[in-house]
């Protein structure tokens, strides 16, 4: 049978690793699956949702997340919680601790690398958690060992009674590849043993467990020496011999075919002495890793002589066009690789979508004057972009509400008079943002809060949270009454406003009066998120071509389907030259929000009232 | 090892981009092939800029095509087709919707389209076919049918019959209603006569 005929008998699925990810969960048994939404990783749980018998909660951050999935750990349940990188910096806490006490179900941590920055503040290495928290970190290379992996990181953690972290990059999560299924395990939950001794972490308990973590560091790097995971494949030449893992090793594979390689499915503990071991069967070793030096340093200091991070680039993704040339480089082929020109085509950045709740808010601080606004994580970051430029910082999730109460109490003379402002979306607020409200009541700050509250967590798609008042699987659940939140939380009654953010005229007096009050104030708005069911289109709009004077005021609005028909230049009667630009709407993307409406003077915006267009789109 | 297949599909976030590629694949893997598919972009949700890999053959590793290395490119937008043009390699095939979406960067002035792309796109040693399947699209009555009509437009490009991927995009239909299954085989007739009526342009 040809390699096409098998492939034909034989189906197999096409999934990403995220659903490779769900799947491998479902059929091992997994009974509690938890996470925050966050790129790359979001998709893990959507998956997971529609799988029947196995409980699934969007949580309110990944600290939250994981400890979700510790309780049903020490319940004696298979868990299993998903997050991107940056979200295991906020789970640390629970981690680090847990780690002491160990799974008693399988515990597994799915972390998301998003290696080269697609939607992400920092770009950072999350096996670096498993070195910290003396964990086992397995690494995926394709949708399969995904799959593969994944169950088998279940067993792992129940066998050693240790957390398991299995790091996906931003080419695993995303890369649909042909997967098979094996068969599915049922795992009934054993009942909660009570152990007060390893479970309740008091320094007398802990002090007693550190040395047992110890102890299993060193029967994990054994385990490591000879574990199924970590493959030689002895290639022909022996010139130079690779040490990699994850979606590197497919980049290396396809890039030098015929060279020997050892691939690290468990890449943490490392397996010492069969690397060494390796190390003497050819000339140049080189180490590929995504991001940082790590096994590069550990196998260093074991006095392995390698290549690293001297030769291939330590930011970014790696792929075969990465790595051929250092290579080459290495063994003095220099070969000049024919750069290919891009063509100079303008950049096409991110942007708020078409009739974006966000949009009057970012067209509304625009033009307020005198302002310091403090941003945060989410679509609303959008808004340091063109047209707004209005944001001064963003940091991480949760951090608008205390940078600003830092920028307030921390100002110069010169910025006596500023406006200090913070930004933050519903779910950010819910994640972190909460807390840095209290701090600002409490420590008296003078900040005006902007709570975007579309209902949604949108930058990942539009994910529920609390503020939906629809959990994961789409059931009504409580909705979060964000006045009554901010009250408990200490703002005046008086000061908090909630608003219709299309009704520009309203917003901008709220704002302009709020700034103005030496004590917090927050004003909520509340319609959803374009991308939801819960948003309503209305008929489009359209321009009038012969009212519009192309002053462009709507532009500043920021809406993508707002398009400048011609440009022109006029000179007006004191002398100055003025820049007009005149617009169409695409009335196939406009959602008639009529946000812009309220920004043209000579009123050219109208209602598009054409019969026959309505008609066709309803064709669905 | 024989060959891979690389074929890039770009465009718009929202545009469909990951839908046609996923389509393709799914084509690709009915014809026994071990497939590979992948996007290389930024925030594809927010109207930024969408690539869409799909590579095929015995055995894929890379999921990413290497620059210089398409066979095939799926241009859902001129400026696109522009960016990523120098991601084929010469003589390759690039279907190309002319129907131009400017982003809000050039709205406001900041950065000009480029003029005439169609134009610029000849100078490169490509095939390049060109039609308007956006305006077809609206004109079939549904801005989302120029998925159907684009890869109506590549069928006789690919390796293997254009009818395994119609039989691959209309099962995507087959339980959304006689309307929506008819509408889309439709569109993807469309494609395909719209890209045997334009000359083709090699250099
Ligand atoms: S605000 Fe009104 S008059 Fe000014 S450019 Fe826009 S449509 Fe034309
Ligand atoms: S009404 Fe104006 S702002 Fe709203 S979606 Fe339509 S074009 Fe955009």
């Given amino acids: ?620 | 090892m024989k060959p891979i297949t690389n074929i890039m599909v770009v465009g718009i976030g929202g545009q469909g981009v990951m839908t046609a590629a996923d389509i393709i694949s799914q084509a690709a893997i009915m014809e026994g092939h071990d497939v590979k598919k992948t996007e290389v972009a930024g925030m594809a949700q927010r109207g930024g800029v969408v690539t869409s890999h799909v590579r095929f053959g015995e055995k894929v590793l890379s999921p990413s095509i290497p620059p210089g290395t398409a066979d095939l490119m799926l241009a859902f937008e001129p400026a696109e087709a522009l960016r990523w043009v120098t991601h084929v390699k010469d003589q390759a095939t690039v279907m190309v919707n002319t129907y131009p979406q400017a982003p809000p960067v050039v709205s406001i002035g900041l950065f000009d389209y480029p003029e005439q792309p169609e134009t610029q796109l000849q100078s490169h040693p490509i095939e390049l076919i060109s039609f308007d399947a956006g305006s077809l699209s609206i004109k079939l009555g549904d801005r989302r049918l120029v998925n159907s009509i684009m890869l109506g437009a590549i069928a006789k490009q690919l390796p293997f019959s254009p009818e395994v991927l119609k039989a691959a995009l209309l099962t995507r239909f087959k339980d959304k209603g006689e309307k929506l299954l008819a509408l889309n085989e439709t569109a993807f007739k469309a494609g395909q006569q719209a890209s045997q009526l334009t000359p083709r342009q090699a250099k």
């Avoid at chain 1, 969007?58 to 997340?65: A, L, Q, R, T």
């Avoid at chain 1, 967590?457 to 009554?484: L, Y």
Wanted: glycine share 8%.
């Fill in chain 1, 1 to 620: 049978m040809s390699a096409a005929e098998q492939v034909k008998n034989n189906p197999r699925m096409f999934i990403s690793g995220n659903e490779a990810v769900a799947l491998a969960a479902r059929d091992a048994g997994c009974r509690v699956a938890s996470a925050y939404p966050g790129t790359p990783s979001t998709e893990i749980l959507e998956y997971i949702s529609a799988y029947p018998n196995l409980y699934s909660e969007w949580s309110i951050n990944e600290k939250v997340s994981l400890e979700v999935a510790i309780g049903a750990s020490l319940a004696g349940s298979r868990a299993l919680c998903a997050m991107k990188h940056v979200g295991m910096n906020v789970a640390s806490d629970a981690l680090m601790t847990q780690t002491l006490i160990g799974a008693v179900g399988g515990l597994v941590i799915v972390v998301a690398d998003d290696v080269g920055l697609s939607s992400s503040q920092n770009e950072q290495d999350s096996r670096y958690w498993g070195r910290f928290a003396h964990l086992p970190v397995l690494e995926p290379s394709d949708s399969q060992e995904t799959y593969d992996i994944t169950r088998f990181a279940f067993g792992l953690s129940e066998q050693y009674a240790v957390p398991v972290i299995v790091r996906l990059t931003t080419r695993i999560c995303h890369v649909k590849g042909l997967v098979q299924l094996s068969t599915p395990q049922i795992k009934e939950g054993q009942k909660f043993n009570k152990d007060a001794s390893r479970f309740v972490m008091v320094p007398g308990n802990a002090k007693q467990r550190i040395p047992l973590m110890l102890e299993r560091d060193k029967t994990l790097a054994n385990f490591s020496e000879s574990c199924s995971l970590n493959v030689i494949e002895q290639g022909d030449n022996r010139s130079v011999g690779f040490i990699t893992s994850g979606a590197a090793y497919c980049h290396v594979r396809e890039a030098f075919p015929d060279a020997p390689l050892i691939k690290l499915g468990l890449s943490h503990p490392a397996p010492i002495e069969l690397i060494r071991e390796f190390s003497q069967s050819i000339d140049k070793l080189v180490v590929i890793e995504e991001v940082e030096p790590l096994l590069e340093t550990e196998l260093r200091a074991a006095g392995i002589e390698l290549f690293g991070k001297d030769i291939v680039p330590r930011i970014g993704e790696l792929t075969p066009t990465v790595i051929t040339p250092a290579i080459e480089r290495l063994l003095g082929k220099e070969k000049s690789i024919a750069t290919i020109g891009m063509t100079d085509v303008f950049p096409r950045p991110p942007t708020m979508c078409v009739a974006c709740p966000h949009l009057g808010i970012y067209y509304c601080l625009s033009h307020v004057k005198n302002t310091i606004i403090a941003g945060d994580i989410g679509c609303y970051t959008l808004g340091a972009g063109h047209p707004w430029n209005a944001l001064d910082t963003c940091i991480s999730m949760g951090a608008s509400l205390s940078v600003a109460q830092g920028i307030d109490k921390g100002r110069s003379e010169e910025d006596a008079n500023k406006n200090v402002i913070a930004v933050i979306g519903d779910s950010t607020f819910l994640h972190m943002g909460m807390q840095g409200l209290l701090d600002i009541t409490y420590n008296k700050g003078n900040i005006t809060i902007l709570l975007l509250d579309n209902r949604a967590v949108g930058m990942t798609g539009g994910q529920n949270a609390p503020s939906s008042g629809i959990d994961i699987h789409g059931e009504t659940t409580i909705q979060v009454d964000f006045r009554k939140l901010c009250e408990a939380l200490g703002v005046k009654s008086e000061r908090i406003h909630e608003l219709n953010p299309y009704e520009l005229p309203t917003l901008f007096k709220a704002l302009r009066e709020e700034v103005k009050v030496k004590e917090p104030s927050v004003i909520i708005t509340n319609q959803p998120c374009v991308l939801t069911e819960r948003y309503a289109k209305q008929p489009p709009l359209t321009v009038e071509d012969d009212k519009c004077t192309g002053c462009s005021n709507c532009l500043d609005v920021g809406c993508p389907a707002i398009l400048v028909t011609k440009r022109e230049t006029v000179v007006k009667p004191n002398g100055k030259e003025k820049e007009l630009s005149f617009v169409k709407i695409d009335t196939a993307a406009c959602t008639g929000c009529n946000l812009c409406i309220n920004t043209c003077a000579p009123d050219a915006i109208i209602p598009l009232i054409n019969v026959d267009y309505i008609n066709a789109m309803e064709v669905k």
